[in-house]
């Protein structure tokens, strides 16, 4: 170090560039070679012991934390949480079974097989996987769509109206079902397989959280029908939401007013119930059961005073007990529910995988969200061959099963155990439970979604953009049903994030005295502008959609208007060859005049001097009226020497021709030519020089690409004109802070080809003294006095 003035010290290290750097990392041995793809490719297929062990319990996750189980200190935790989680399975189980249009049964059946299937490959050890209401409505919608209550109409006998064929309608419904889950399991398996797990990233948590609002919208109406016992048409495709909720309206004079009290009885009972439990939570050991309670009494009082009999009160009918056999899904449908299936693959992963990180960093675990994709694709997969439906993750549950006590995935094999038992023995004793009841759960757990409404006012103080795509989302889910609006809201959730990086924050960046920080000039006042040098920033990466933008955003910044100082500096250019041309046609008169007055004339000598003169004649008029036509800023001489006026600081768009006379002496540049050897470097420097009054103040222009993280090729091009374009009026171009993706992409592009690759720095400060240093030596201590800078006290 050097000492400075005022006892202190200035900083001197060297000055990095991209070659520099390149040069030491070869010295140290740290050089970035890239490993061949041949090389990784063999190395990947290569096995060992260590690494087949490594790969199977990753595969399987049961093998890792298994043989390290202590019952003494998990075994009794586990067990409550997997008894209280499985009192919760089953009147959500039969809920939402109802949400997917199929029999109660069949949402037992998928809370028990999915749960197994996780035990064996799920990392999380947290989450309760099961049935879920956005993923229910989900297959409702297809199953409904597929087969409709209209394609089972059976004629009464020789009476003219129809009923529906209720038992075909249901084995349809399982059977599309069933298909459904199969292939979205298998969409969830292959996303996994291929290390797809980033997927899920794509829906923010915006998108998702007006998304399940809007799929709450849809459950309430699918249960109005219970709640109110009527039969409103169900109808399917956009703005079905709307056509079903106008029908529903027009059969309230209609409404069974048994099943309507049943339905407010059990929705009165069950707010209350909750409440109780949410004020006094941390006084009980575990959460009161108030919906089996609920189920239970409400089943008894059905059974012994003949609701159904008396009331004609909807109830769920025959549950069959045992278990079904495995059956092979239609692969017929497969191509009629593609679309849904991946929305379902897609939804249901977000859910889960959202939920399992949070409990993993609450518990200081990790979550593979590429085995969690694996993991919940089996289970929806194998559980599709045993008549089940979509499962993922419920926030409610699997809440219960972390504040009981569960440690790990042996809770969820305790309450598969309680769902089992249930469908054994206990099922046929809920055969005369009201449907109205159901449907009571099912609105009441909807309470949290509706809560989200809360985000609109959240998200209007903190971000209107996330609040655009909560709103995008749930307009776009509830008139165009839950898949095609699924599809919507994350196009227009990605649109926004092009429009975001379409139009970026641009800056110019001035110096922090005394450190090696360049911040933005218009948020800082504390920074000062490094004399002629203009420093650009951009907020986001180049690439094609914003290149054009950055360009012109690049002019604005530095007040060099580039498109018009070149095309003026062409027009000078022009010109000035014209005047070359007719400075050498006049010389070789003037010498044919010199050997006439020698002795020497001809007639054809004559005649063509004077076709030469009626030439030039010619082309001075066209060059006058050309001057007149493009408002050239220069004046003609009206002295005898010669002298040409240029207007300074002038556009030389909407310059117009004028008199020295009419200027003032500030706003002329005279120069003066003594003969027409220096004719073309006057202009030269007049079509240079004088282009504006900015050429003079800057020098540099340093583009601060550090937010960069990719460049394609349209950016690479933009890059090379600026580059170009800036340097023809000497502006010299600099870029500091690349990475290393940005260079090797830069590297590939060509782009090192006609530019030297020592205009690429590490930072900016290494560029900023370049380019002091480059421009004399008077430079850099004038802008240390004046800035303060790299000075270490």
Known sequence: MAKGRKGGYRVEREILNEERLEELSQRLDISQTRIPLSYRLKNSLRCSVPSLKRRVVSFLPVLYWLPRYSIWDYGMPDLISGISVGIMHLPQGMAYALLASLPPVFGLYTSFYPALIYFFFGSSRHISIGTFTVLSI???????????????????????????????????????AAATTVLAGLIQVILGLVQFGFVGTYLSEPLVRGYTSAAAAHAVVAQLKYIFGVSPIR?????????TLVDMCALLPSTHLPTLLASVVSIIVLITA?????????????????????????????????????????VVGEIPSGLQPPTLPNTSYFSEVVVDAFA??????????????????????????????????????????????????????????????????????????????????????????????????????????????????????????DLLVWLMTWASTVFFNLDMGLGASISF?????IFRTQRPRYSVLGHLPGTELYLDMETHKEVREVPGITIFHSSATIYFANAELYLEALKQKSGLDITKMITYKRRQEAKQRKRERRAARRARREAKRQRSKGGVFSVEEEAEQFRERSRDLVQDDELSWKERENSTVFVMPETPHNSWVYLKGTDPETTTLGSLSDLQDGDITTLESSSEDTLSRDLERVSLGSLGKWTWDIHSIILDLSP???????AIKTLRNIFHDFGEIDVDIYMAGCQALVVEQLEQGGFFSDIDKERLFTSVHDAVLYCLNRRGAGALPNYETAQENTRLC
């Open 138 to 176: 989900m297959v409702g919608s297809v199953t409904e769509r597929l087969a409709p209550d209209a394609d089972f109409l059976i004629m009464n006998g020789t009476n003219v109206t129809a009923e529906v064929d209720i038992t075909a309608r249901d084995q349809y419904r399982v059977q599309v």
């Open 235 to 243: 109808f399917s495709g956009p703005f079905s939401l709307v056509y």
């Open 274 to 314: 909750k409440e109780l439990n949410n004020r006094f939570s941390k006084k009980l050991p575990v959460p009161i059961p108030v919906e089996l309670i609920v189920i239970v009494v409400g089943t008894l009082i059905s059974f012994y005073t003949h609701l159904n009999e008396t009331f004609e009160i909807s």
């Open 344 to 465: 379902l693959a897609v939804v249901g992963y977000a859910i889960s995988i959202s939920l399992g990180k949070t409990f993993a960093l609450k518990h200081g675990y990790k979550v593979d969200s590429n085995q969690e994709l694996v993991a919940l694709g089996l289970s929806n997969a194998v559980g599709g061959f045993f008549q089940c439906y979509s499962v993922c993750a419920s926030m409610s549950r699997s809440l219960i099963q972390e504040t009981t006590g569960g440690r790990t995935q042996m809770a969820g094999v305790s309450s598969a155990v309680i769902v089992l038992v249930t469908v054994l023995k206990l099922g046929p004793l809920f055969q005369e439970l009201p449907k109205a009841v159901l449907s009571a759960i099912v609105f009441v757990n909807l309470k949290g979604m509706f809560k989200q409404y809360a985000d609109i006012v959240t998200l209007w103080r903190s971000s209107k953009i």
């Open 493 to 497: 959730a990605l649109l926004t994030v």
């Open 708 to 714: 960069a993280n990719f460049i394609d090729t349209v």
